[in-house]
Protein backbone atom coordinates (compact mmCIF):
# COMPACT_ATOMS: atom_id res chain seq x y z
CA UNK A 1 0.00 0.00 0.00
CA UNK A 2 1.27 3.69 -0.85
CA UNK A 3 1.56 5.95 1.76
CA UNK A 4 1.08 9.94 1.78
CA UNK A 5 3.27 11.36 -0.82
CA UNK A 6 4.34 14.85 -0.30
CA UNK A 7 6.22 17.24 -2.47
CA UNK A 8 8.35 18.76 -2.38
CA UNK A 9 10.79 17.50 0.32
CA UNK A 10 12.40 20.75 0.81
CA UNK A 11 12.07 24.77 -0.04
CA UNK A 12 13.58 27.34 0.90
CA UNK A 13 12.36 30.67 0.28
CA UNK A 14 12.77 34.66 1.59
CA UNK A 15 10.28 35.97 3.44
CA UNK A 16 7.04 38.02 1.83
CA UNK A 17 7.56 35.01 -0.92
CA UNK A 18 5.00 32.80 -2.24
CA UNK A 19 5.54 28.62 -1.24
CA UNK A 20 2.91 26.09 -2.07
CA UNK A 21 2.94 22.29 -0.96
CA UNK A 22 1.56 19.50 -2.30
CA UNK A 23 -0.50 16.44 -0.65
CA UNK A 24 -1.43 12.94 -1.96
CA UNK A 25 -3.24 11.57 0.60
CA UNK A 26 -3.59 7.41 0.71
CA UNK A 27 -6.00 6.03 -1.80
CA UNK A 28 -9.76 5.82 -0.34
CA UNK A 29 -9.08 7.88 3.00
CA UNK A 30 -11.79 10.38 3.47
CA UNK A 31 -9.96 12.57 6.14
CA UNK A 32 -6.73 14.77 5.33
CA UNK A 33 -5.09 16.71 7.84
CA UNK A 34 -2.29 19.16 7.28
CA UNK A 35 0.17 20.18 10.66
CA UNK A 36 2.67 21.97 11.46
CA UNK A 37 6.16 21.10 13.05
CA UNK A 38 8.28 23.92 14.55
CA UNK A 39 11.81 22.87 15.17
CA UNK A 40 11.57 21.51 19.00
CA UNK A 41 7.90 21.53 18.79
CA UNK A 42 4.99 18.97 18.54
CA UNK A 43 3.14 18.87 15.26
CA UNK A 44 0.21 21.20 15.46
CA UNK A 45 -3.12 21.16 13.46
CA UNK A 46 -3.59 23.76 11.33
CA UNK A 47 -6.58 22.19 8.93
CA UNK A 48 -8.51 19.09 8.25
CA UNK A 49 -10.53 17.67 5.44
CA UNK A 50 -13.41 15.47 5.29
CA UNK A 51 -13.67 14.48 1.85
CA UNK A 52 -13.96 17.88 0.24
CA UNK A 53 -14.86 20.00 3.04
CA UNK A 54 -13.11 21.76 6.22
CA UNK A 55 -13.92 20.48 9.04
CA UNK A 56 -11.63 22.36 11.53
CA UNK A 57 -9.83 25.41 10.51
CA UNK A 58 -9.46 27.03 13.62
CA UNK A 59 -5.55 27.20 14.34
CA UNK A 60 -4.92 27.83 10.48
CA UNK A 61 -3.41 31.90 10.06
CA UNK A 62 -6.33 32.58 7.65
CA UNK A 63 -4.69 36.00 6.76
CA UNK A 64 -1.84 34.19 5.31
CA UNK A 65 -2.70 30.59 5.05
CA UNK A 66 -4.78 29.08 2.36
CA UNK A 67 -5.98 25.17 1.31
CA UNK A 68 -7.73 22.97 -0.47
CA UNK A 69 -8.65 19.70 -1.50
CA UNK A 70 -10.27 19.54 -4.79
CA UNK A 71 -12.03 16.10 -5.74
CA UNK A 72 -11.70 14.92 -1.96
CA UNK A 73 -8.40 13.74 -3.28
CA UNK A 74 -5.12 15.60 -3.08
CA UNK A 75 -4.58 18.72 -1.16
CA UNK A 76 -2.64 22.15 -1.37
CA UNK A 77 -1.44 24.43 1.53
CA UNK A 78 -0.18 27.72 0.57
CA UNK A 79 1.46 30.32 2.93
CA UNK A 80 1.67 33.99 0.99
CA UNK A 81 3.18 35.65 2.26
CA UNK A 82 5.67 33.67 4.22
CA UNK A 83 7.29 35.30 7.09
CA UNK A 84 10.27 33.79 9.26
CA UNK A 85 8.35 32.38 11.78
CA UNK A 86 6.48 30.07 8.90
CA UNK A 87 9.75 27.85 8.67
CA UNK A 88 9.11 24.59 9.81
CA UNK A 89 8.23 20.79 8.58
CA UNK A 90 4.74 20.95 7.25
CA UNK A 91 3.55 17.53 7.71
CA UNK A 92 0.19 15.83 5.59
CA UNK A 93 -1.63 12.63 7.19
CA UNK A 94 -4.54 10.74 6.60
CA UNK A 95 -7.05 8.11 7.87
CA UNK A 96 -9.83 5.93 6.20
CA UNK A 97 -12.68 7.21 8.64
CA UNK A 98 -13.71 9.33 11.50
CA UNK A 99 -15.08 7.14 13.99
CA UNK A 100 -15.51 7.24 17.76
CA UNK A 101 -13.01 9.20 19.91
CA UNK A 102 -11.33 6.39 20.98
CA UNK A 103 -10.00 5.03 17.75
CA UNK A 104 -8.13 8.55 16.50
CA UNK A 105 -4.82 8.39 16.14
CA UNK A 106 -3.85 4.63 15.54
CA UNK A 107 -5.76 5.11 12.01
CA UNK A 108 -3.62 8.61 11.17
CA UNK A 109 -0.74 7.54 8.38
CA UNK A 110 1.81 10.65 8.09
CA UNK A 111 4.02 11.55 4.54
CA UNK A 112 7.50 12.44 5.24
CA UNK A 113 6.83 16.51 5.14
CA UNK A 114 7.90 19.51 3.54
CA UNK A 115 10.63 21.22 4.90
CA UNK A 116 10.07 25.16 4.81
CA UNK A 117 12.81 27.87 5.25
CA UNK A 118 12.24 31.35 5.00
CA UNK A 119 14.87 33.22 4.90
CA UNK B 1 -6.63 23.10 27.71
CA UNK B 2 -5.54 19.75 27.11
CA UNK B 3 -1.45 18.83 26.81
CA UNK B 4 1.07 16.92 26.80
CA UNK B 5 4.74 17.54 28.41
CA UNK B 6 7.69 14.68 27.61
CA UNK B 7 11.45 14.72 28.91
CA UNK B 8 13.49 17.11 26.96
CA UNK B 9 16.22 15.22 24.99
CA UNK B 10 18.32 14.38 23.77
CA UNK B 11 18.77 11.12 25.24
CA UNK B 12 22.21 9.24 24.68
CA UNK B 13 22.03 5.53 25.15
CA UNK B 14 24.61 2.76 24.65
CA UNK B 15 23.41 -0.38 22.97
CA UNK B 16 21.40 -2.41 25.41
CA UNK B 17 20.82 -0.26 27.77
CA UNK B 18 17.71 0.47 29.85
CA UNK B 19 15.16 3.60 28.13
CA UNK B 20 12.74 5.29 29.76
CA UNK B 21 11.05 8.72 28.00
CA UNK B 22 8.66 10.12 30.24
CA UNK B 23 5.67 11.33 29.66
CA UNK B 24 2.41 13.56 31.42
CA UNK B 25 -0.63 14.67 30.40
CA UNK B 26 -3.70 17.26 31.51
CA UNK B 27 -7.27 16.53 30.29
CA UNK B 28 -9.99 17.03 31.21
CA UNK B 29 -12.03 14.40 29.97
CA UNK B 30 -10.76 10.64 29.41
CA UNK B 31 -8.17 10.61 26.40
CA UNK B 32 -6.63 7.94 24.60
CA UNK B 33 -2.36 8.23 24.59
CA UNK B 34 -0.08 7.61 21.79
CA UNK B 35 3.81 7.11 21.34
CA UNK B 36 4.36 8.03 17.64
CA UNK B 37 8.13 7.35 16.74
CA UNK B 38 9.94 9.50 13.71
CA UNK B 39 13.34 7.78 12.36
CA UNK B 40 15.12 10.10 10.16
CA UNK B 41 13.83 10.93 6.99
CA UNK B 42 10.67 9.48 7.18
CA UNK B 43 6.77 10.22 8.82
CA UNK B 44 5.58 10.12 12.20
CA UNK B 45 4.29 6.07 12.81
CA UNK B 46 2.17 5.08 15.46
CA UNK B 47 4.52 2.68 17.98
CA UNK B 48 1.93 2.00 20.38
CA UNK B 49 -1.52 2.91 22.12
CA UNK B 50 -3.37 2.72 25.46
CA UNK B 51 -7.12 3.63 25.49
CA UNK B 52 -8.22 3.30 29.04
CA UNK B 53 -6.36 3.67 32.59
CA UNK B 54 -4.02 0.42 33.58
CA UNK B 55 -3.86 -0.35 29.99
CA UNK B 56 -0.70 -1.04 28.79
CA UNK B 57 0.39 -0.75 25.16
CA UNK B 58 3.17 -2.67 23.68
CA UNK B 59 5.43 -2.63 20.55
CA UNK B 60 8.56 -3.90 19.32
CA UNK B 61 10.04 -4.00 22.63
CA UNK B 62 8.41 -1.54 23.96
CA UNK B 63 5.78 -0.22 26.88
CA UNK B 64 3.79 2.19 28.15
CA UNK B 65 0.97 2.42 31.06
CA UNK B 66 -1.89 4.37 31.29
CA UNK B 67 -1.15 5.55 34.55
CA UNK B 68 -4.50 7.56 35.58
CA UNK B 69 -3.51 8.43 39.07
CA UNK B 70 -0.60 9.85 37.92
CA UNK B 71 -1.54 11.40 34.52
CA UNK B 72 1.50 9.77 33.08
CA UNK B 73 2.48 7.50 29.95
CA UNK B 74 5.97 6.95 30.29
CA UNK B 75 7.78 4.87 27.19
CA UNK B 76 10.23 2.44 28.72
CA UNK B 77 12.69 -0.46 26.38
CA UNK B 78 14.44 -2.91 28.71
CA UNK B 79 17.79 -2.97 25.77
CA UNK B 80 17.94 -0.23 22.83
CA UNK B 81 19.12 -1.06 19.30
CA UNK B 82 20.94 1.49 17.47
CA UNK B 83 17.76 0.60 15.11
CA UNK B 84 16.14 2.72 17.76
CA UNK B 85 17.76 5.52 16.95
CA UNK B 86 14.69 8.43 16.40
CA UNK B 87 12.51 11.10 17.66
CA UNK B 88 9.48 10.13 19.65
CA UNK B 89 6.28 11.95 20.75
CA UNK B 90 3.44 11.24 23.11
CA UNK B 91 0.27 12.03 22.21
CA UNK B 92 -3.36 12.64 23.50
CA UNK B 93 -6.34 12.41 21.30
CA UNK B 94 -9.85 14.06 22.93
CA UNK B 95 -13.25 14.38 21.27
CA UNK B 96 -13.39 18.42 20.84
CA UNK B 97 -16.32 19.22 19.71
CA UNK B 98 -16.78 17.89 15.85
CA UNK B 99 -13.85 16.86 15.45
CA UNK B 100 -11.58 14.20 17.02
CA UNK B 101 -8.43 16.65 18.58
CA UNK B 102 -4.78 15.03 18.50
CA UNK B 103 -2.21 16.89 20.88
CA UNK B 104 1.33 16.06 20.57
CA UNK B 105 4.32 16.44 23.17
CA UNK B 106 7.86 18.23 21.93
CA UNK B 107 9.42 15.33 20.91
CA UNK B 108 12.42 13.64 22.46
CA UNK B 109 15.22 12.13 20.09
CA UNK B 110 16.48 9.33 21.50
CA UNK B 111 20.47 8.62 19.92
CA UNK B 112 21.78 4.47 20.55
CA UNK B 113 25.42 4.12 20.04
CA UNK B 114 26.88 0.87 19.30
Known amino acids: EAGVAQSPRYKIIEKRQSVAFWCNPI?????LYWYQQILGQGPKLLIQ????????DSQLPKDRFSAERLKGVDSTLKIQPAKLEDSAVYLC?????????????????FGSGTQLSVL | GDSVTQMEGPVTLSEEAFLTINCTYT??????LFWYVQYPGEGLQLLLK?????DKGSNKGFEATYRKETTSFHLEKGSVQVSDSAVYFC?????????????FGTGTLLAVQP
Open chain 1, 93 to 109: ASSADQGGARWFGEKLF
Open chain 1, 27 to 31: SGHAT
Open chain 1, 49 to 56: FQNNGVVD
Open chain 2, 27 to 32: ATGYPS
Open chain 2, 50 to 54: ATKAD
Open chain 2, 91 to 103: ALSYYGGATNKLI
